[in-house]
């Protein structure tokens, strides 16, 4: 329990359906693994639709449901409705969060989206921007507002952005999703030497591919990547694995673990780093 009294702002809860039939839910195992730590939780994510991408219009019982599962575990938790990528509606979630807790010393941007996988030569301008959005600004915003409050609060804190191993290289079909990845790692960077001399530790992980839900989205992975590459889902699988040292993806334990340590005081002597995970794909 290395976060009794402490309070964790976890956003991107995701599209819940498409979680529940395919599995690999990783906000809502950070969210346990914070909570099972004595932390209380915010649950976050936006429940509207963007027009770019109707897909990822969601249900609002969602996030109550982790929200459930947090309180079930003994701990305090709250679901909040804010698109980060719009700055009125991120204060508005921490002036909920401070109004029910009072405090913050926890925020993990995990917010994220996977849009239109094409070559940069067919990649529609609406895409590229809808990418920046929710994951680039998002977590500028949501950097912004918490750090703040950890600011004045005076007692540290942590936050942990959610990037990939595409914000440390590079990958064909994804240059929306790259670019905003690698915007994140820029930012932490910056971050961590701004916000340290006020205790607040800033990183990001760097997930390589992993059994997620975000593999199985309409557009995402293992629905275009087929077409692109001209083989089928097995065929992706097996381009993934070829790629790693370990030869197989990875797990949603195995990447929460990571978030999870970054959270706890265990991991106070670590600033500024972006921690790939990724079974020795990229090793960088």
């Known amino acids: 329990m290395k976060l009794e009294g402490k309070v964790a702002l976890v956003t991107g809860l995701g599209a819940w359906e498409n979680r529940r039939r395919s599995g690999g839910d990783l906000a809502l195992e950070i969210c346990r693994r914070l909570a099972l730590q004595g932390a209380d939780i915010v649950v976050n994510d936006f429940t509207g639709s963007f027009p770019e991408s109707p897909d990822y219009d969601l249900a609002r019982e969602g996030m109550n449901a ?105 990958g064909a079909f994804t240059a929306a999703y790259t670019c905003a990845k690698h915007a994140i790692v820029g930012l932490i960077r910056v971050l961590a030497m701004e916000l340290m001399p006020s205790g607040i530790h800033v990183n990001a992980v760097c997930p390589g591919y992993a059994e997620t839900h975000l593999l199985h989205l309409k557009g995402g992975a293992f629905d275009v990547f087929p077409g692109l590459a001209r083989t089928d889902v097995e065929g992706v699988y097996n381009i993934i694995k070829a790629g790693t040292a370990s030869g197989r993806l990875g797990t949603v334990e195995e990447i929460v673990s990571l978030v999870e340590f970054l959270c706890l005081p265990d991991s106070n002597y670590i600033n500024g780093q972006s921690i790939v995970i990724d079974g020795g794909g990229v090793m960088i």
């Open 66 to 170: 982790v929200a459930d599962e947090i309180k079930a575990l003994g701990r305090r938790a709250i679901a909040v409705d804010a698109d980060v990528g719009d700055a009125k509606a991120v204060d508005e979630m921490v002036k909920k969060a401070l109004t029910e807790f009072g405090h913050i010393d926890i925020l993990v941007n995990n917010a994220g989206i996977v849009v239109e996988l094409a070559p940069v030569v067919e990649l529609e301008e609406k895409f590229w921007d809808l990418s920046m959005r929710v994951m680039a600004k998002g977590t500028f915003l949501c950097s912004k507002a918490v750090a703040k409050v950890m600011i004045q609060q005076g007692s540290g804190g942590k936050i942990v952005n959610m990037a990939s191993i595409l914000g440390k290289s590079g």
